[in-house]
């Protein structure tokens, strides 16, 4: 079945660190760009970083602040998302998703996601 | 970069249609034909419904359609069913290469 799978999300005090790994399955995961997205408890939707097929092109969300690094191994065909200095406004569940190559960008995979609770 | 907006909540008959909007600006919806929604089932992924302003991708209806003039997209969803009771977001290139989602609409089927 064609799917991506987060894991490594938990309970971490505030200014603590995190590492997110997204396993992908059935596709040919570097032939695709992959997205981190996270939604707040009852919140929206919140694109966070982006990494391109090779690694070559990373982009991430002005209100990180560079506290997040985004990296990929296709070897292993996998995402992961480092998270250091976490904050209680980083609480949220972590989705990655897929980019299919194409000019537009948008997510057209998704998994289901890993809960991140920042707390004392 | 600001979250696109959407109307709050949307709500509608079975068997009609209604349309949610998504403005944004010159920087990110006006400037790129790649807008895309999502629709989202309470404790679920979000699922692609729309990109490229009026692409469905291959298993969805076609009661769901897409425009887009100036910055403000809109996503139509006709013949409304109570399936389609969920919550829908709007997202957006930008001109900084980054990706902006909307607020999000609450759909509602009376």
């Known amino acids: 079945e064609v799917q991506l799978v987060e894991s490594g999300g938990g309970l971490v005090k505030p200014g603590g660190s995190l590492r997110l790994s997204c396993a992908a399955s059935e596709f040919t995961f570097s032939d695709y760009s992959m997205n981190w997205v996270r939604q707040a408890p009852g919140k929206g939707l919140e694109w966070v970083s982006s990494i391109s097929r090779t690694g070559n092109y990373i982009f991430y969300a002005d209100s990180l602040k560079g506290r997040f690094t985004i990296s990929r191994d296709n070897a292993k065909n996998s995402l992961y998302l480092q998270m250091n200095n976490l904050r209680a406004e980083d609480t949220a569940v972590y989705y990655c998703?897929?980019?299919?190559?194409?000019?537009?960008?948008?997510?057209?995979?998704w998994g289901r996601g890993t809960l991140v609770t920042v707390s004392s | 970069q600001s979250a696109l907006t959407q109307p709050a909540s949307v709500s509608g008959s079975p068997g009609q249609s209604i349309t949610i909007s998504c403005t944004g600006t010159?920087?990110?919806?006006?400037?790129?034909?790649?807008v895309s929604w999502y629709q989202q089932y309470p404790g679920k992924a979000p699922k692609l419904m729309i990109y490229?302003?009026?692409n469905r991708p291959s298993g969805v209806s076609n009661r769901f359609s897409g425009s887009k003039s100036g910055n403000t997209a809109s996503l139509t969803i006709s013949g409304l069913q109570a399936e389609d009771e969920a919550d829908y977001y709007c997202?957006?290139?930008?001109?900084?290469?980054?990706?902006?989602f909307g607020t999000g609409t609450k759909v509602t089927v009376l």
């Open positions: 490229d302003v009026s």
């Open positions: 998703a897929r980019d299919p190559p194409s000019s537009g960008w948008y997510f057209d995979l």
């Open positions: 010159s920087s990110d919806v006006g400037g790129f034909y790649y």
């Open positions: 997202s957006s290139n930008t001109k900084s290469s980054t990706q902006v």
